[in-house]
C-alpha cells in the first residue's frame, strides 16, 4: 500500500449512540470508495470493522475498528466506535488519534444520551463536527423531527447542506442546498448519485433551507456578512468556502441525509471529509512533555519521529497488535523507538495501515497518518513511542474508574490455572476493565462500566483463551463494630499432667471514630502481666477481631486497653495470655453493644431530564440519600450516597427505567452503620450459612 503526506490524510471519528447505524455509514463509506465490492451489512455480520467474534454475534461495535481507505487521492483514515454507553471509553480514548467526527444521528430516534456524550467529548477534544442523519428510509424516520432535536442539543449552528429527497421506504437520494441540485441513487448501484433537477414539490422548501443555509455561513465571517448585506445572497464557490473553513473552526456543523443501508449519500460525505475535513497539518500542534516540561510540536515530517498508542488488541493468533497515531516525524519499517513510559527500546517490524482486521503493509507512514504494528515487546495503550535522542511523551486519556464489579469463579483447576493470564490479556485490550481479589472476602473480582460490558469480557475469555468462568454478585464486605464500651475480664486456665496453661488480662474496649480501624494501649504497671506477653494479648484481640462476633465480618474501629492481669511463673505463655485475650474479647461483645456496618457508595448517575423524578425516588427506596443536583443542556446529574448492597442489580434496572439512555458511576466513600431490619436478616443468614458448613463438616 502507498504512503501519503500529511496535507493528504484525514483521521476520523465516527461516533454516535449504539444501533445509530455507525457501522453501517463506515460500510456505505468503504463501498462507495472502491474499498469493498459489495455493500456490507452488520445483520449479516459480514462488515469491515465488525468482524470480533463477539460483535458479529451481538451485532454491535464492542471496541474502535479502523478502515482506511482512498478517495480523491486522499487518505481517510475511518475510526467506527462503539456507541453503547458501557462501551464508550473505548470510543473515548479512540477520539483522540482523530482530527475530525462523523456524529451519527438515528433519523427515527433523533440525537440521543450517547450521541450528546460524544458530542461533549469531541468537543473537550476540540474536533470539529459533521452530522450524518442516517437511515432516511426507515418507517416513522422524520428529517424535520431529527433535526429539531438536533438545534435542541446542539444549537443552530449545525446546519444542514442537504435535504432528502423522499421519505422512509421512498428515499431515493438528497438535495445539495449549495449547488442546488438533486442527486438520486439507485439501491443496486455503485454508492454514487446522478445529478438532476431539483423536483419542483421540492423546489420552495429548498429555497428555503438555502437561504437558511447562507445567513449561517455569512455570520460566520466578517467579509462574507458585508458580502450578504450588499448582495442580499452568497455565490457557491463562498458559500463551500465558507463552510470548509468554518466548519475546521468550530463555527459550523455541516448535516447530511444518508442511508448506509442503501449506501445513499457516501459519496457526498466522502467529499466533504476530503474538502472541509482538517489534515493532521491543519490542528494545533500537540502537547508533549519532553524531561519534565511542557512543548508543542506540529504534525510535520521535518520534526524527530514520534508516535502514541491509542488502541491494543490481544489476538491468541498473531499476539498482540498496537495500534498507534504517528504525532510527529516519519515512522520506518523496521525503525527502532524508545518506549519513555517503560523505558527500553521497541522495534516495529512489518508497519502496516489497518483495514479492519487486515493489516496492509507499508513502507513508512508520514506525521498525521494511523498504522499497526503486531509484536511489540511491552507497548500498552496510553505509550509515546519516540525518537531515543527526543524522548517525548504524550499524555494518555482519562478514563473514569469501573461502576460496577462481579466475583468470577474458574468452572475447573484448569481454567483457574489460565484464568488469570488470559485475564490481563483483556486488560491490556481494554483500559476500562480491572481484576483484582478483594482482601476481605477473598473473591476475585472483575470490574467493567457495566454488566455487558464484563459479560463480553466473560464470553471473550471462553471464546479466545477455552477459559470457562461463573460470574456472581460480589460478597459485600460489611464491617462489625461497637456503639458501647465493656470492661471485662479473660482468664484461661488448664491444668494438664505436666505444666499447666494459665493466662489473666483485664481489658477496657471503647468504639472509635469512623475510619479508625483498630488501637492497643498498655496500661499494665507493677508487672501484673509481663511485658513479653502483652503483645500475646494484642495478637489474640486481633485475631478473634478478623473472625467477627455477630455474622463474622472483621471488627473495626474500637480500642483495646489491656490495664490488669496476672501470671504463673510457671504455667503462663505466650499462647495462654493469647487464648485468654480471646475470651476477653468474647466477653466484651456482650455488653458492648455490638453492631455492624455497611459500605456506603458515591453514586452518580447521568439521566436525560425527563427521567430525574423517577430516578430520585429509585435511589430514596435504595436507603439512598441524595446530595446535589446539576443540569448540562438536556442531561440531569444526580448525586447520592447509596449502600453498596443496594446498587448490585442498579445497572440492568436503571437500562430499564431509562430505556438504556441513562448511566452511572460509583466509587466508595464510607462506612455507616447497617439499619437493624436489614442487620438483623444478614446476621441470621451468616448463621444459617455457619450451620450449613458445620453440618457438612460433621458428616
Not at 463501498?31 to 451481538?58: F, K, P, Q, S
Not at 519532553?290 to 515530517?301: F, P, V
Request: aromatic share 8%.
Amino acid at each position: 500500500m502507498k504512503t501519503y503526506p500529511t496535507k493528504d490524510i484525514r483521521n476520523v471519528g465516527i461516533v454516535g449512540h449504539g444501533h445509530s447505524g455507525k457501522t453501517s455509514v463506515a460500510a456505505g463509506l468503504l463501498y462507495a470508495a472502491g474499498a469493498t465490492n459489495r455493500l456490507t451489512r452488520v445483520d449479516e455480520g459480514n462488515t469491515v470493522t465488525d468482524h470480533d467474534e463477539e460483535e458479529i454475534n451481538r451485532k454491535l461495535t464492542i471496541s474502535t475498528a479502523v478502515a482506511s481507505i482512498e478517495w480523491k487521492k486522499t487518505k481517510i483514515n475511518l475510526l467506527d466506535t462503539p456507541g453503547f454507553n458501557m462501551l464508550l471509553n473505548d470510543a473515548r480514548s479512540a477520539l483522540v488519534a482523530a482530527d475530525a467526527a462523523i456524529v451519527v444521528v438515528d433519523a427515527v430516534a433523533g440525537v440521543e444520551a450517547q450521541t450528546e456524550k460524544m458530542w461533549h467529548t469531541a468537543e473537550e477534544f476540540q474536533l470539529p463536527r459533521a452530522i450524518v442523519i442516517n437511515k432516511l428510509d426507515r418507517d416513522r424516520s422524520s428529517f424535520e423531527r431529527t433535526m429539531e432535536s438536533i438545534h435542541a442539543r446542539f444549537g443552530r449552528n449545525a446546519v444542514p447542506i442537504q435535504l432528502p429527497l423522499g421519505s422512509e421506504k421512498d428515499f431515493r437520494g438528497v438535495i445539495d442546498l449549495v449547488r442546488m441540485k438533486a442527486w438520486v441513487y439507485t439501491m443496486d448501484g455503485d454508492g454514487k448519485g446522478k445529478e438532476t433537477e431539483i423536483p419542483a414539490e421540492y423546489a420552495e422548501e429548498a429555497r428555503r433551507a438555502h437561504e437558511e443555509l447562507v445567513e449561517v455561513v455569512a455570520e460566520g465571517k466578517d467579509d462574507l456578512m458585508e458580502e450578504f448585506f450588499e448582495k442580499g445572497t452568497l455565490p457557491e464557490d463562498h458559500i463551500i468556502a465558507g463552510i470548509d473553513e468554518e466548519m475546521r473552526e468550530m463555527r459550523i456543523f455541516p448535516v447530511l441525509c444518508m442511508s448506509g443501508l442503501h449506501d445513499i449519500g457516501s459519496d457526498w460525505l466522502l467529499d466533504l471529509i476530503v474538502e472541509a475535513f482538517p489534515s493532521p497539518a491543519d490542528r494545533l500542534p500537540a502537547k508533549l512533555s519532553l524531561q519534565g516540561k511542557e512543548i508543542e510540536r506540529k504534525a510535520e515530517d521535518s520534526q524527530p519521529p514520534a508516535a502514541f498508542v491509542f488502541k491494543t488488541t490481544a489476538d491468541p493468533f498473531s499476539g498482540r497488535i498496537t495500534f498507534f497515531k504517528v504525532i510527529s516525524g516519519v515512522v520506518k519499517n523496521d525503525a527502532h523507538l524508545w518506549n519513555a513510559n517503560r523505558g527500553h527500546e521497541e522495534r516495529l517490524a512489518h508497519i502496516a495501515s489497518p483495514f479492519g482486521k487486515i493489516l496492509n503493509p507499508v513502507t513508512e507512514l508520514h506525521a498525521g497518518d494511523i498504522g499497526a504494528v503486531a509484536k511489540l515487546k511491552d507497548a500498552l495503550t496510553g505509550d509515546t513511542l519516540a525518537d531515543k535522542a527526543s524522548q517525548v511523551t504524550f499524555a494518555p486519556v482519562k478514563l473514569p474508574e469501573p461502576s460496577i464489579a462481579f466475583a468470577v469463579e474458574a468452572k475447573s483447576r484448569a481454567d483457574e490455572d489460565r484464568m488469570g493470564n488470559a485475564l490481563h490479556k483483556l486488560l491490556e485490550e481494554d483500559l476500562s476493565l480491572r481484576f483484582y481479589r478483594d482482601p476481605q472476602t477473598r473473591d476475585f473480582l472483575v470490574a467493567g462500566t457495566g454488566q455487558q460490558h464484563v459479560e463480553i469480557a466473560v464470553s471473550r475469555l471462553k471464546r479466545r483463551y477455552n477459559v470457562d468462568v461463573a460470574l456472581k454478585a460480589p460478597k459485600i464486605p460489611y464491617r462489625e463494630t461497637i456503639r458501647g464500651t465493656a470492661d471485662v475480664q479473660g482468664r484461661h486456665k488448664k491444668q494438664t499432667g505436666g505444666h499447666g496453661q494459665f493466662g489473666d488480662c483485664w481489658i477496657r474496649m471503647e468504639p472509635l471514630p469512623r475510619g479508625g480501624n483498630f488501637e492497643f494501649a498498655n496500661e499494665v504497671f507493677g508487672g501484673a502481666i509481663p511485658k513479653n506477653y502483652i503483645p500475646a494479648v494484642e495478637k489474640g484481640i486481633i485475631e478473634t477481631a478478623e473472625r467477627g462476633f455477630l455474622a463474622g465480618y472483621p471488627m473495626v474501629d474500637f480500642k483495646v486497653t489491656v490495664y490488669d492481669g496476672s501470671y504463673h511463673d510457671v504455667d503462663s505463655s505466650e499462647l495462654a495470655f493469647k487464648l485468654a485475650a480471646r475470651k476477653a474479647f468474647r466477653a466484651a461483645m456482650q455488653t458492648a453493644k455490638p453492631t455492624l456496618l455497611e459500605p456506603i457508595m458515591n453514586v452518580e448517575v447521568q439521566a436525560p431530564v425527563e427521567f430525574a423524578g423517577d430516578l430520585m425516588g429509585d435511589l430514596n427506596g435504595r436507603r439512598g440519600r441524595i446530595s446535589g443536583m446539576d443540569t448540562q443542556g438536556g442531561t440531569q446529574i444526580l448525586h447520592a450516597s447509596v449502600p453498596m448492597a443496594e446498587m448490585l442489580t442498579y445497572q440492568s434496572d436503571l437500562t430499564s427505567m431509562t430505556q438504556g439512555r441513562a448511566s452511572f458511576s460509583m466509587d466508595f466513600d464510607h462506612y455507616d452503620y447497617v439499619p437493624q431490619l436489614q442487620a438483623d436478616k444478614i446476621i441470621s443468614a451468616a448463621k444459617a450459612a455457619r450451620a450449613g458448613i458445620e453440618e457438612v463438616e460433621e458428616e
